[in-house]
């Protein structure tokens, strides 16, 4: 079994670095245009692809499924309210993202406010993505295909410790090596291929689970024995006693969706490199459609899994790959581990990418180095992402220990998702806000977020108020502050939107259509299951 399984999971991965290699070999990999931004080529498809398999790592698909464990399918917010952030990303964000010719977020701050701002805003990206994404992904990842591909019996290392340790270092060096010697053209290609394989893996396992709940009596049989042993399970309506209740949806969760999908580098650098507004619009929405379809593969597993091992003492987030390993056959283990590793790597490739374009553009380029070429720019970029790896492989199996691990990537996101969206938002609606507002609100916002999540007695406060209603209360309160502020001491002229010209703007002329179907059908969904 396990030779099989290795096989298979050796010839997927193989067969992924090979196509991307072969279509991306010609590439210019040493302008900063064309490492960073593609050369501003990518199409729909790619951008699609790319957004949805940065996205989905294993600490989407290993983090959520052990929620779904838990708390059922009301932890499905997290995928179904993404589409309400996409669908804002193409009509409203994008257009002027594109519209101000930037590489990365912090740039905008730049254009709309000053050099500083745009520096807090890259320090806090790199502070964040060192300390809590990159060693996120990897410790999923880890955690993940020890379950799938019974690391253990496979390499015969016992020690959890070790296998840990070796797992997350494997896995970091082939993804900095996508990263850092491809650039994002490479990690869009790979990001595409590997998310064929996802998806249609994501389904084959839920087709194989349902037939394990049914005991071989066919999927709908396995469907309708989950309904009736766990009805409760399948309630899109979260409680109040579980990580999203229904409120929050109105509050924390929409404002870090649209943080994740609207202002988070990682993520919307691949939008910036798009070929023009109509190919990124699409793209965006194009992923929309495919989140919708998330919780088949993200959550429903998850129940299942409670289905089968609710009595064997497994932990939630050991219940993804404890489900993989148990129901596909050897061949496919292997073929879905070989996924699993494509997302981990696409994710984490994604981030280091993201990493090393933050720190070249913004801060070597910007502060350290204003007159260095375009070719030290990428080679001191390569050499800091190989810094942050390591730093993130050392960090990584620290992680150890987390009661849930996609709870506790949410949680840690709010400390700097909320000031930087709060301060884009309000720099792009309003002309007279001055970069002091902005400031304040950055290193204030964060400030305020880490005291409560770290330092008694004012942790006490989230006895009181749930952690996502706090969030969207300090969001507020940063954008009340800032437009007091430029009333009172507003900026000396109108701030004025230029067009730099690097893009075509001309919009796609069925996206918002396409974006009020995609808003009906996630009320639609909610009102479907909804308990």
């Keep these: ?140 990842g880890a955690v993940g295909l020890q379950g799938m591909l019974d690391l253990p019996g496979l390499t015969g290392i016992q020690s959890d410790t070790a296998l840990l340790w070796g797992t997350v270092w494997i896995v970091g060096i082939i993804g900095s090596v996508y990263a850092l010697f491809g650039g994002l053209r490479t990690v869009a290609v790979s990001d595409t291929l590997n998310g064929v394989g996802l998806l249609v893996g994501g389904f084959v396992i839920v087709y194989f689970g349902l037939q394990a709940v049914s005991d071989g009596g066919g999927v709908m049989a396995g469907w309708d024995a989950l309904k009736q042993a766990n009805p409760d399970k399948l309630n899109s309506i979260g409680g109040s006693d579980q990580q999203v209740p229904f409120a929050t949806l109105f509050t924390g969760v929409l404002l870090i969706n649209v943080f994740y999908w609207t202002t988070n580098q990682q993520i919307i650098q691949r939008t910036f490199a798009a070929k023009n507004l109509a190919e990124g619009q699409k793209g965006v929405l194009l992923t929309g459609l495919f989140k919708l379809l998330g919780p088949l593969y993200l959550v429903l597993p998850g129940i299942i899994a409670f289905n089968l091992y609710a009595d064997d003492g497994i932990r939630a987030d050991e219940a993804y790959g404890h489900l993989v390993f148990n129901v596909l056959p050897p061949y496919l283990t292997g073929f879905f581990a070989a996924v699993m590793v494509g997302a981990i790597l696409s994710s984490f490739n994604s981030a280091l990418n993201s990493t090393t374009t933050l720190f070249s553009l913004g801060l070597y380029k910007d502060v350290i180095n204003k007159d260095a070429t375009e070719e030290q720019v990428v080679r001191v970029g390569k050499i800091f992402g190989w810094v942050m790896a390591a730093a993130a492989m050392t960090i990584a199996p620290m992680l150890a220990g987390q009661e849930s691990l996609f709870g506790y990537l949410q949680k840690m996101n709010a400390m700097y998702f909320i000031p930087i969206l709060a301060v884009v938002l309000v720099g792009l609606l309003t002309k007279r806000v001055p970069s002091s507002a902005a400031k304040i609100s950055l290193i204030g916002g964060c400030a305020i977020i880490g005291l409560v999540y770290f330092v008694p007695p004012f942790t006490g406060l989230l006895d009181v108020i749930h952690d996502f209603h706090f969030v969207s209360l300090v969001f507020v309160l940063l954008v009340a502050f800032m437009l007091i502020l430029g009333k009172i001491s507003p900026r000396a002229t109108a701030w004025v939107h230029e067009d730099s010209g690097k893009v075509d703007l001309t919009p796609w002329r069925y996206a918002v259509p396409s974006g009020a179907v995609l808003v009906v059908l996630v009320i639609a969904i909610y009102a479907a299951f909804a308990g």
């Excluded at 009301?74 to 996409?86: G, K, N």
């Design 1 to 140: 079994m396990h030779a099989i399984t290795l096989i298979s999971f050796l010839f997927f991965t193989g067969l992924v670095a090979f196509i991307t290699w072969r279509v991306t070999r010609n590439d210019d990999h040493r302008s900063t245009g064309g490492y960073f931004l593609a050369s501003r080529s990518l199409t729909f498809p790619l951008i699609a692809g790319s957004l949805l398999m940065t996205n989905l790592s294993t600490e989407q698909m290993v983090g959520l499924n052990g929620a779904a464990f838990t708390d059922g399918l009301s932890v499905m917010a997290w995928e179904i309210v993404a589409v309400i952030a996409l669908v804002m990303l193409a009509l409203f964000f994008l257009p002027r993202f594109l519209r101000s010719g930037i590489a990365t977020v912090p740039q905008l701050l730049k254009i709309r406010f000053d050099d500083t701002t745009q520096l807090i805003c890259n320090i806090i990206f790199l502070m964040a993505y060192a300390v809590i994404l990159l060693p996120i992904i990897l410790y999923s």
